[in-house]
Each structure stands twice: as C-alpha cells, then as structure tokens.
C-alpha cells in the first residue's frame, strides 16, 4: 500500500487518538497490567510524546505529555484510579522488566 506522508501521519494520529481514549475509558486496566502484558504502559506513551515534542524542538514539559495521555493530570488519575499491585504483579513484573 503507498500513500502520501500526509495521509499515513493523519491515519497514525488518529490511531494514536483513539489509543489515549481508549486507555481514559479503560481506567480498570492498570500500568503495571499493561507493563506486564505489552511491555509498555500510559507512562511509557506519555514519555514517547515528549521524546517527539523534543525531536521536533516543541516545548512540552513531562507532567503536560502524561496530561496529553492520562486526560488529566497524572497525580489525580493515581488517585482516582491506580490500585496498589498485587505481589503476584511485582513478580510478573520482574521477571518481564528485570530492573525496570
């Protein structure tokens, strides 16, 4: 399949749209689930659209890409929704992510 640069950045930021509100709607599915199953987690999104604002010179602090990701700021969403993992978690977590 070709297409146009313009069009596949269009396809990908509204892939990456639906994606952030996708994980909004699914606050029941934690980080560490996330981290555990796919290997990567909202933090791990939110740091990724800071590296680009970064290679593209676009000035955005952390706590504004976890914004971005988490629609709200991260402490809130932590409080409203972030459970403590289970130990069962932390070990998964481990042995998938040594020294993460």
């Known amino acids: 399949m070709t297409m146009d640069s313009t069009t596949r950045t269009e396809l ?3 892939a990456f749209r639906r994606l952030v509100e996708h994980l909004r709607t ?3 599915v934690q980080n560490i689930d996330l981290m555990n199953l796919a290997g990567f987690c909202r933090n791990c999104l939110s740091n ?3 590296d680009a604002a970064d290679a593209k010179e676009v000035p955005m602090t952390r706590d504004e890409s976890r914004e971005a990701v988490y629609g709200m700021p991260y402490d809130e969403w932590k409080a409203k929704h972030q459970r403590e993992a289970s130990a069962e978690q932390l070990e998964t977590m481990k042995k998938v992510h040594p020294g993460h």
């Open 12 to 14: 990908e930021a509204a």
């Open 48 to 50: 990724w659209l800071k």
């Open 26 to 28: 699914r606050t029941d």
